[in-house]
């Protein structure tokens, strides 16, 4: 058996669950998430616990038992807890502001300021200066704004001059030597 399938997964008490011909909906303090489940996983809540269950042995379903699971999951601490990412700009003469809580105006040493808008559920906080942290109860959609926040402006590999995740390792390139 799936080492993740089967492992249960608690709902706090603020989230609520619900299940209607596989199409599982979690609702918490920070919004309500929905997936869709295949017909051959079997998705059940009592007492405050979900357990993910399969029909069958197969390959694909032993696959898609410990996805669902996990997904499931995510849900849960996406609507009780949240996720955030942090993406860090890192440059001379760099500027960041926010306008609103969704919009972002970025002097990244282009000839013109680049604006980028949050999509439906995510937002954006500056805590210091040059670090932009993505805010949001799905996982899979903050992950993808700040990578694509981080693809705005790659880390050129001599300077470090770009955009990269605040837990992230940037190695630089060495630069040319004399001959001697």
Do not use: W
């Amino acid at each position: 058996m799936s080492r993740i399938g089967r492992e249960p997964i608690k709902l706090p008490s603020n989230v609520k669950f619900e299940n209607k011909d596989n199409l599982i909906t979690i609702s918490g303090p920070l919004g309500t998430l929905t997936q869709e489940v295949a017909k051959s996983i079997t998705v059940e809540c009592e007492d405050g616990v979900i357990h993910v269950k399969r029909s069958s042995d197969v390959k694909e379903q032993r696959a898609l038992h410990g996805l669902y699971r996990a997904l499931l999951n995510n849900m849960v601490v996406g609507v009780s807890k949240g996720f955030e990412k942090t993406v860090v700009a890192q440059g001379v003469g760099y500027k960041i502001s926010l306008q609103g809580s969704n919009k972002l105006v970025m002097d990244i040493g282009f000839s013109h300021p680049v604006e980028f808008v949050a999509p439906a559920g995510i937002k954006f906080e500056i805590r210091q200066p040059l670090e932009i942290t993505v805010i949001g109860a799905d996982r899979q959609v903050v992950g993808q704004t700040a990578a694509s926040i981080k693809a705005i402006k790659v880390i050129e590999p001599y300077h470090g001059y770009g955009f990269h995740y605040k837990d992230e390792k940037v190695v630089l390139k060495p630069g040319k030597t004399t001959g001697k």
